[in-house]
């Protein structure tokens, strides 16, 4: 009788492969090839895009460029974040509920949007800018469009209402009475965050952090919209590959070093905390 | 010391606190905190919906010529009029349509595909479990642009092999989206199902019920919210996307976000913001319904914790 349970994904699980092997399968292929110019490839299997790829510094910098970037939000965001979402799981439900609606509604609108929304706000003729040239903050050269500071606070603005949104359910789970615990025995608030509420949540602060590095290191319509084209990170350089100069064998290359990048990042990361957590609970 | 306070009355009313005291009182660590607290909440609240409130803003500016241009990008706005409202250009009634329609497309394949695999992966007991689950949320590890790529030379590769045309297609699209929105309904629906005790299905069987009604009457009324919330979350990742729907639009099935792109890179449309505001209430009042027919907590509690 368990055994039907099994059978029941048999389709779903057919379909997903297809959908995950079959285009994965054909641009690793492709990365494989040279380029032979208006988007044909050549037809000697060989590793010249891979050896191009990771030595020409256009690339490899903005793979550098990519990583920082990344990790710089990631953390920028969790410490933006981390105080909102325990604010929020803290308050009562009634209120929780109504601010974290806000912050779904707010995901339906799409990045390009905000992008846009991010432009006006900081344009030279906007009200922010002007009010904070007139009060001296700024000098005359003041530019957020077109600069690494833009493209910062434009992925940091996207991956806020996420990160919150998830943090909320993860902290929701550390019990009051454990904070209440700490406090009674004479704990300072700083030691109940770092001692309690920090190390119960790193878990999915972890996972969380992780899916946002994914998304972050893919995210492209920031980096070239804020980045105003002079921002080179990899998906803007896989973007101008594939659909400008239609190099598909390039692209392709491309995307299976960002691809491999992160899952490494990723194997790397996890197989770390795993470490970490065996050689606390050794020590304790 | 304290017989001296009470010999020397210093106010009429001894047990009124002196001012030193109230500011004590006003200011102790724990008020404080909570106001720093809120205040941090709200700034962000606000940082989240600044871009929001000034597309917003821009859509009822009724622009000022500035050297034989209409310059109207600017917050807070110049004036109030709904002109561009009614001068929306079709093509961005076409590609809301076409968001609309490929969301909705995406998150009914979605759930086709992703209740049933939550349903094995979790209620299942086959060898391989852990690796099968690794595969179906495969797709979240990778980044969009990869799948894009990924995609768009795949519809290429079986434009010549087969001679089917997908490539800059709505079926393409809609493929594309339903590859990144299936692992959020496996997460919603596999978290609903291992909250609940399968022994209620068992004592459901043991009482008499048919295979069908146990799953009808047990398991469909359980797992709902994670369908409520795994569908929205599908729905909601295909509609917002940009990057995927970049790669494998084309003339006639451009999605309303890639139009907003485009006109940003190039020549800018002015009836855009428009058009965004009219969105932004659209899916307000849909989550309004949403909230009214199952709840939001439940949305949240089911789709929150893993997707």
Known sequence: MRANWGLILVPSFLIGMIMLIFPQAVFLRASFFEDIGLGLLGNTFNIANYVIAFTDPYYTDALKLNFFLSTTVVFLTIAVSFPVAYTIARMTPKWAMLILAAIVVSAFVSVAIKVLGIIILFGGDGALVVTLKRLGIIGDGFAVIGTLPGVIIGLTHLGISFMVLMLFSVIQTVPRSLEEAAEIHGAARWRVYWRVIIPLSLPGLI???????????????????????????????????????????????????????????????????TRIRAARLAVT | ??????????????????????????????????????????????????????????????????????????????????EWYFNIHPRLWHGLWVSISMATVSCAFGLLLGVPAALGLIRGN??????????????????????????????????????????????????????????????????????????????????????????RRITVPIIMPGIYAGGLYAFLVSFADVTISLFLSGPNATPFPVMVLFSIEEDFEPTIPAMATIVFFGSLVLLLIVQRLVGLNVLLRGGGSNA
């Open chain 1, 207 to 273: 996972s969380t952090s992780l899916l946002l590095f994914n998304i972050i290191m893919g995210a492209f319509v920031s980096a070239l919209v804020l980045g105003g084209g002079k921002i080179l990170t990899f998906p803007v350089l896989i973007q101008q590959s594939l659909l400008i100069h239609l190099e598909y064998g390039m692209s392709a290359t491309l995307s299976s070093m960002l691809l491999i990048f992160v899952l490494s990042i990723n194997v790397v990361s996890v197989f770390l905390v």
């Open chain 2, 1 to 82: 010391m304290t017989e001296q306070q009470s010999a020397i009355p210093t106010s009429p009313r001894p047990r009124t606190l002196n001012g030193y005291d109230r500011l004590m009182r006003r200011f102790d660590a724990r008020r404080i905190r909570r106001v720093c607290a809120l205040t941090w909440l709200w700034i962000v609240v606000a940082a989240i919906y600044a871009p929001i409130l000034v597309v917003i803003g821009a859509s009822v500016d009724p622009g000022e010529d500035v050297a034989g241009m209409r310059a109207f990008l600017v917050f807070p706005p110049r004036g109030f009029s709904l």
């Open chain 2, 126 to 215: 086959f060898p391989g479990k852990i690796v099968l689950g690794t595969l179906f949320r495969a797709p979240l590890q990778m980044p969009f642009i990869v799948i894009g790529v990924a995609f768009l030379q795949g519809y290429y590769a079986i434009g010549n092999m087969f001679g089917i045309q997908i490539v800059a297609t709505f079926t393409g699209l809609v493929i594309g989206h339903v590859f990144v929105a299936t692992p959020y309904v496996v997460a919603a629906v596999g978290v609903q199902l291992q909250r609940f005790n399968p022994a209620m299905e068992e004592a459901a069987l043991i009482h008499g019920a048919s295979r069908w009604s146990t799953f």
